[in-house]
Nanobody, 125 residues
Framework: QVQLVESGGGSVQAGGSLRLSCAAS????????MAWFRQAPGKEREGVAR????????YYANSVKGRFTISLDNAGSTLTLQMNSLKSEDTAMYYC??????????????????WGQGTQVTVSS
């Protein structure tokens, strides 16, 4: 069974940085992509960044491009989201997500096979 365990959320002032980590286990080399989603109060969950295991390719939402960096460690077990120049609008619950091989992308919630428990990020202005 795949497990995703997040860490690294917290509170920071605008302009600051935070680093989120997601430890993945139990997938046995069958991962297609992993992603970070976020959900702010009263808003829908949205995709923030994606990482593709086969190519090492990445994708970023326009709202975070140039400020956030998604990466995977060499062991292929920890997904990281480095968040710089944080803004108040980045305040949300952040979720790690995983999609196994076999169809579908990490671009929408409906394609996700596994979710982490979420970690809160609060940016004060």
């Amino acid at each position: 069974q795949v497990q995703l365990v997040e860490s690294g959320g917290g509170s920071v002032q605008a302009g600051g940085s935070l680093r989120l980590s997601c430890a993945a286990s139990g997938y046995g080399g069958s991962m297609y992509c992993m992603a970070w989603f976020r959900q702010a109060p009263g808003k829908e969950r949205e995709g923030v960044a994606r990482f593709y295991f086969g190519t090492g390719g990445t994708y970023y939402a326009n709202s975070v491009k140039g400020r956030f960096t998604i990466s995977l460690d060499n062991a292929g077990s920890t997904l990281t989201l480095q968040m710089n120049s944080l803004k108040s609008e980045d305040t949300a619950m952040y979720y790690c997500a995983a999609r196994l091989r076999g169809g579908g992308d990490c671009n929408t919630e409906t394609n996700i096979n596994y979710w982490g428990q979420g970690t809160q990020v609060t940016v004060s202005s």
